[in-house]
């Protein structure tokens, strides 16, 4: 069992910036992949960024890559999501989840926070 906590969300100004956070608990953390997805009124989850727990790779969504960093301190068993740019677009609930398995299929979803990107 994987427990997601995020936090973090809020409201910012077209071109400001938010750092959310996902505390983890229940299995080591420094064994998990983890992502962050989000989901906009009306549309379904999308993927945003990942981090492997090997080598701390990274992956982007097209649309966020030079904007968002995805980051993890192993040592607090949290893994972040540094936003910059934001864009109105970006508005949705951000969930992080965990891939437990390896196969990049999450299994483990926090409750999610919310953004809002005021134009």
């Known amino acids: 069992q994987v427990q997601l906590v995020e936090s973090g969300g809020g409201l910012v100004h077209a071109g400001g910036s938010l750092r959310l956070s996902c505390a983890a608990s229940?299995?080591?953390?420094?064994?998990?992949?983890m992502g962050w997805f989000r989901q906009a009124p009306g549309k379904g989850r999308e993927f945003v960024a990942a981090?492997?727990?090997?080598?701390?790779?990274?992956y982007y969504a097209d649309s966020v890559k030079g904007r968002f960093t995805i980051s993890r301190d192993n040592a607090k068993n949290t893994v972040y999501l540094q936003m910059n740019s934001l864009k109105p677009e970006d508005m949705a609930v951000y969930y992080c989840?965990?891939?437990?398995?390896?196969?990049?299929?999450?299994?483990?979803w926090g409750q999610g926070t919310q953004v809002t990107v005021s134009s």
């Open positions: 989840g965990a891939d437990t398995n390896y196969d990049n299929e999450y299994d483990y």
């Open positions: 229940g299995r080591t953390f420094y064994t998990l992949n």
């Open positions: 981090i492997r727990w090997s080598a701390g790779t990274t």
